[in-house]
């Protein structure tokens, strides 16, 4: 266990966070919400559900320089690109992706699962060549592991995409490092904790505070709807424990998701949470809620570096136990995003 360097007891200091699942979006989305996580991380794993999604090599390439070119200028961030996987996506781009040096993951959409999951996987067995080359590559496979056969109730298609998809996938293959992405259940943390083969799992801060009470308390709150959805409190619970347990088997990924308002508060309202603002300070409130403040620092900055084989960043970051404000909305171009939150106070703040 790694312990964290407690300066005087109202703040904290760690090693600079990365955030191994975000959706930095593109154009002037992209320019309004870069600033936010190059503040807290120190890398970030980059989604690749953009429209047209990123698929190829070249595509990652140029959305990393967009990327680079939204952020402020004196800013050190590392954005760590990924390939959004599709049922045509040739075993050789998986050999330039990793002779690139700027993709570390291939993304796993089953379609139809999320936002801008369309083009993605119909039946991983058509998949099977590529994910031979990752395997053989090193290329680790991002996994939104849901169902989405219609029959299954939607608070069920983690627990059943454990048994239909990954158990399968992880007998054929037995070497390739996988991640099981913002896991929600105690099905998905039990399956983790005991899986052979490299296998890893990233955790959102609002997944570590809610369970889906917030979705419907005093009226419907689109504010907290992301996929997957939020589940019952049994297994929010069990999410905690295994962040805060030190396993380095769990790990910090937002899954920060902007919307524009008018796009949640809507009839059909998208999926997803904005964390990019305060994630690092969510995440502190839920472990200073469990008393497990000395382990924030291998979730928030050891462990995800670790599992994809990188140093840890150098650099440092400090809490303090300071009330925040969060805003009720922020610039979204020319529209606004509503953080996780909003109007309500947080107990810490990076200083
Ligand atoms: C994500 C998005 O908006 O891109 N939404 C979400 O609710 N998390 C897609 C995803 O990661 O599932
Ligand atoms: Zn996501």
Not at 4 to 29: F, K, M, N, S, V
Not at 52 to 75: C, D, H, N
Not at 211 to 219: I, P, Q, S, V, Y
Request: glycine share 6%; net charge negative.
């Amino acid at each position: 266990m790694t312990s964290t360097t407690t300066i005087p007891a109202h703040h904290i200091e760690i090693t600079r966070p990365d955030d191994w699942h975000l959706h930095l979006r593109d154009g002037d989305a992209l320019k309004a919400v870069a600033a936010h996580s190059a503040a807290q991380f120190g890398r970030a794993m980059i989604m690749p559900n953009l429209r047209p999604p990123v698929v190829t090599t070249g595509q990652a390439v140029e959305y990393r320089q967009r990327i680079l070119a939204a952020l402020p200028a004196t800013s050190e961030f590392v954005p760590l690109m990924t390939l959004y996987l599709t049922d045509h996506t040739p075993p050789d781009e998986i050999r330039r992706a990793r002779e690139s040096g700027i993709v570390f993951g291939v993304k796993l959409y089953p379609a139809g699962a999320t936002t801008h999951s369309d083009a993605g996987v119909t039946d991983l067995a058509k998949c099977m060549k590529t994910l031979e080359a990752m395997q053989h590559h090193g290329l680790p496979l991002l996994m939104h592991g849901e169902v989405t056969d219609p029959a299954v109730d939607i608070f069920d298609r983690e627990a059943v995409f454990i048994d239909r998809v990954l158990r399968p996938l992880r007998k054929s293959l037995p070497a390739l490092k996988i991640v099981f992405e913002h896991i929600t259940t105690k099905e998905a943390v039990q399956y983790v904790k005991e899986a052979e083969g490299e296998t890893g799992a990233t955790i959102t801060a609002h997944h570590l505070l809610f369970n889906r009470n917030a979705l419907f308390t005093g009226g419907l709150c689109p504010h907290y709807y992301c996929l997957p959805v939020l589940k019952r409190e049994e297994n929010r619970q069990a999410l905690v424990k295994a962040a805060i347990s030190g396993n380095p088997r769990f790990f910090a990924g937002t899954d920060s998701a902007p919307h524009a308002r008018g796009l949640k508060e809507n009839a059909c309202g998208c999926a997803g949470c904005y964390t990019a603002l305060h994630a690092v300070e969510l995440y502190a409130k839920v472990f200073d809620d469990n008393q497990a403040l000395p382990n924030l620092e291998a979730f928030l900055s050891l462990n995800g570096a670790a599992f994809h084989g990188l140093p840890h960043n150098s650099g440092k970051i400090t809490l303090a136990r300071q009330d925040w404000h969060i805003p009720e909305a922020l610039p979204f171009g020319e529209e606004s995003v509503v953080p996780l939150m909003a109007g309500e106070t947080l107990p810490w703040r990076k200083v």
